[in-house]
């Protein structure tokens, strides 16, 4: 059952941190917070594991492998995928980058087509456009309605270009909150494009609802373990088994760990693919540390999660409805039983700039973003400066959002507005 009072409890953070209990943590979207088993598993690890992975014969190496083998397997497995089909990274951004070289400088040449939408995060951009300069292939980008959704036209028209091959896409928008319709969008995606690749960005999805790299059938799903109660510093990319085995998809970085043989003129890489794509030594502390993120996640049920997120959403909707100095941006009307908006609200506050009033509320004790939020060309379409964003995760309750309304109140009287 989930009880977020208990939940909360399970967070050193909120009776460590200056302000102690009252501290009203809304940015989960940049960082979630990390429960006390995590914390633990990571200092076990180092405690009674510790010893570099592979390489040796002695029986913590040993321990270690099999430690490193396990929370693999275990990340895997939350996402619904093979162990063999997960590459880990250091985040969602390093996943981006590895998919750019490890499968696009291979795949892609002058003429061919990446399409983007202007709500992804700069690290579903940049990567493509310096991919794009690296290969000749060109970046383009669908546009976005005003409810901020897809611009379901341009998405038709970008996807029919000739020699598309690529889709790169966020499942949600760290601004918006907009949940894009995915597996409607991939397979409209292979029947007007029947050789495109599909890249999915889960960076904002996993923390809140169940996502099976399996079902959506897409070729690569990237995601940051830091966001989704794991330690920082390890995320991963899930890669279709047919392009490994294929050779489509290569090591991008290189040196030990990742070979089968080496000679001072040649080197032939591992068929492994947790060793060929881990170059030196990996992060096996936060390897654990995702995985006990991974197995306290699965432990309250991840649907059971997605519709805590929905209701703390549909209550801040409400709320911040309230208050007239704001606009809420992305999606708000929402058919009876379909609401397409996950672990986020952002607004504007109408003449003001949101560094201001994220200052107000942090004198009050509510840690929000503010800023563009690595979304500039949303933030360019739709000829906002900056916007301010309140965004959850499991140990957040109506009790925060009523403090971020009530700290709203105080940013009114501060600025006599
Ligand atoms: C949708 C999305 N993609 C990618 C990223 C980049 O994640 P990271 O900084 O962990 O690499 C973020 C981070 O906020 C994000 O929200």
Redesign the pocket.
């Known amino acids: 059952m989930f009880n977020p009072k208990t939940i909360r409890s399970d967070f050193p953070i909120f009776t460590h941190n200056p302000l102690g209990e009252r501290l009203v943590y809304l940015d989960s ?3 979630s917070q990390k429960p006390q088993v995590v914390l633990d598993a990571i200092l076990q690890y180092y405690q009674t594991t510790n010893a570099n992975v592979h390489r040796g014969v002695h029986q913590l190496s040993d321990k270690s492998t099999q430690t490193w083998d396990d929370s693999r397997a275990t990340i895997a497995n939350f996402f619904d995928a093979k162990t063999d089909e997960l590459i880990i990274t ?7 980058n590895g998919v750019a070289y490890g499968w696009g400088e291979h795949n892609l040449s002058e003429g061919d087509v990446i399409v983007a939408t202007l709500m ?5 951009i940049v990567c493509w456009q310096e991919l794009a300069r690296r290969t000749g292939a060109r970046l383009e980008f669908v546009t976005l309605a005003k409810d901020g959704r897809l611009n379901q036209k341009s998405l038709r028209e970008n996807l029919s270009l000739p020699k598309v091959k690529l889709l790169a896409l ?5 601004t918006l909150g907009t949940l894009n319709p995915i597996a409607e969008i991939i397979a409209e995606a292979r029947a007007l494009q029947p050789n495109i690749r599909v890249l999915i ?4 999805s996993a923390p809140h609802i169940p996502v099976s790299f399996t079902k959506l059938d897409a070729d690569f799903l ?1 995601f ?1 373990g ?2 989704m109660l794991g330690p ?1 510093g390890i ?1 991963g990319v899930f890669v279709r088994s047919t392009l490994l085995q294929s050779n489509q998809m290569r090591p991008w970085l290189f040196g030990g760990g990742m070979i089968a043989a080496v000679t001072t003129t040649a080197t032939t890489f591992t068929d492994e693919v947790s060793e060929r794509f881990t170059a030196g030594t990996p992060d096996v502390a936060s390897a654990v540390g995702l995985a006990t993120a991974c197995k306290y996640l699965s432990k309250l049920h991840m649907q059971d999660v997605g519709q805590r997120d929905l209701e703390l959403v549909l209550y801040a909707l409400e709320k911040l409805g309230e208050v007239p100095e704001i606009e809420i941006i992305g999606p708000q009307d929402f058919a009876s039983s379909e609401v397409d908006r996950v672990g986020s609200v952002a607004f504007i506050y109408k003449g003001m700039h949101a560094h201001d009033v994220a200052q107000v509320l942090d004198s009050v004790g509510v840690a929000v973003r503010s800023g563009h ?2 979304t500039m060309p949303l933030h360019q379409q739709f000829g906002w400066a900056a916007s301010v964003r309140a965004s959850f995760n499991v140990y957040n309750t109506k009790q925060d959002v009523d403090a971020l309304v009530a700290g709203l109140n105080k940013v009114r009287q501060v600025f006599n507005r």
């Open positions: 979207a940049a960082t250091r985040n969602t951004t390093e996943a981006i992804e995060h700069h690290a579903n966020t499942h949600v928008s760290n960005d889960a960076a904002q990237v940051s830091h966001k920082m995320g939020h690595c």
